[in-house]
């Protein structure tokens, strides 16, 4: 279920219909500065796992901390997690949720434009080994998606930009007409909900009738090819590293 409303209202309610043994919010620093106050007071007791920022922390060494810390908390299968943060903090919180136990519960807060509009929806987790993107992990749809573009609001304008990248891309492979309409506008002037919703709403068309990427789901990666390639080019040159929607927006 992916709700697409303000976080204080979708947060409380999904809460309210369910009943948790446990709650753990995993945060990296950034997400805990500017998007945990947003819903700490919603939330019950809780515990708080904090992860370092980065793709580079995308590791089993994160992934090992994250399962300690449910260990410690005593963690049962009627527990729930809540990832709060882009798309590094949703997929590896997803895949220690979806391995803790056989299966916890999880909800994705996704907060960077990237998260809100691709990594979150479509049940694709995991974390990298050894260099290799997204090598180990797991499909497991989510409990909810709970998105709100308050969040973008202290996210750097790269990261922002980055994420349109993928906005038009699901415009481009599902909406020419939409492309029309957005081009007319400055990438910083847009509706970030109008977008967010016309995004999600292609990905999960796609996803749900192939959601373990058998055949249609392939067209999520249109633009994909030379730009993961340009993208892995730049990855050991920290001068020049591009983020992924960068690197798309040059092919
Ligand atoms: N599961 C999928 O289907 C899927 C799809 C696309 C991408 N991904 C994955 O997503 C990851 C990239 O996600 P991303 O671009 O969100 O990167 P990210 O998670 O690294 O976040 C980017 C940066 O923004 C910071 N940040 C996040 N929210 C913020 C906010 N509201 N305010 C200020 N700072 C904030 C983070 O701390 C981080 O430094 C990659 O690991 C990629 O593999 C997964
Ligand atoms: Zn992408």
């Known amino acids: 279920m992916v709700k697409i409303a303000p976080i204080t209202e979708s947060l409380p309610a999904f809460l309210a219909a369910h009943s948790f043994s446990q709650i753990a919010v995993v945060v990296d620093e950034h997400t805990k500065a500017h998007c945990y106050p947003l819903i700490q007071s919603l939330l019950p007791a809780h515990t708080l796992i904090e992860i370092t ?11 090992s901390l994250i399962w300690e810390k449910l260990t410690e908390a005593a963690f049962d299968r009627h527990g729930l997690v809540i990832n709060l943060g882009g798309g590094v903090i ?10 803790y136990k056989r299966g916890l519960y999880f909800i994705q807060i996704p907060t960077t434009l990237l998260s809100q509009v691709d990594a ?20 497991r749809v989510p409990d909810a998606v709970l998105i709100d573009a308050v969040f973008l609001k202290t996210l750097p304008w790269r990261e922002l930009r980055s994420g349109y990248a993928e906005v038009i891309k699901h415009c481009l ?6 492309w029309e309409e957005i081009r007319q506008k400055n990438w910083q002037e847009q509706d970030w909900t109008d977008l967010i919703t016309h995004s999600v709403a292609i990905k999960e068309n796609v996803t749900t009738q192939d ?3 058998k055949g249609l789901r392939k067209i999520l990666n249109f633009g994909h090819t030379l730009g993961h390639a340009i993208e892995t080019y730049f990855l050991d040159d920290s001068d020049q590293r591009l983020l992924h929607g960068e690197a798309l927006q040059s092919e």
């Open 120 to 139: 979150s929806v479509g049940g694709k987790l995991g974390i990298d080994f050894h260099g290799l993107k997204n090598h180990i992990g797991v499909f």
């Open 90 to 99: 949703g997929d590896m919180g997803g895949f220690c949720a979806a391995t």
């Open 53 to 63: 920022s980065g793709e580079s922390e995308k590791t089993l060494d994160s992934a």
């Open 173 to 178: 492979i599902a909406d020419a007409s939409k």
């Open 211 to 213: 959601p373990t990427e």
